[in-house]
Nanobody, 119 residues
Framework: QVQLVESGGGLVQPGGSLRLSCEAS????????????MGWYRQVPGKQRDLVAR???????GYADSVKGRFTISRDKTKSTVYLQMNSLKPEDTAVYYC?????????WGQGTQVTVSS
């Protein structure tokens, strides 16, 4: 069982940027980053949790239409960390952001990190 920890969220004005990070809590569990497709998900209270970005072992990426051109997912294999660079943020990007493998494993969900975009 892997423990994933998200960080980097906060309050930002529309048009601003944030970079989120996702890492495993231990050396053994960090093997998930080189063995699985990793993804970033987001959820607004009362709505479903949606996949917004994913990255494969060979660093191929994919994005939801709602974030394409604004968000960039990347991974640092040395640090066993996955990142989400979020640019040109909009109020509708406000959500709790989570990382997980793709497809998601329910046992891996962490606490997420809150992103609030507001003027």
């Amino acid at each position: 069982q892997v423990q994933l920890v998200e960080s980097g969220g906060g309050l930002v004005q529309p048009g601003g940027s944030l970079r989120l990070s996702c890492e495993a809590s231990g050396r053994i569990s960090r093997s998930v980053f080189c063995s699985n497709i990793m993804g970033w998900y987001r959820q607004v209270p009362g709505k479903q949790r949606d996949l917004v970005a994913r990255i494969t072992r060979d660093n191929s990426t994919g994005y939801a239409d709602s974030v394409k051109g604004r968000f960039t997912i990347s991974r640092d294999k040395t640090k066993s960390t996955v990142y989400l660079q979020m640019n040109s943020l909009k109020p509708e990007d406000t959500a709790v952001y989570y990382c997980n493998i793709v497809p998601a494993n329910r046992a891996y969900w962490g606490q997420g990190t809150q992103v609030t975009v507001s003027s």
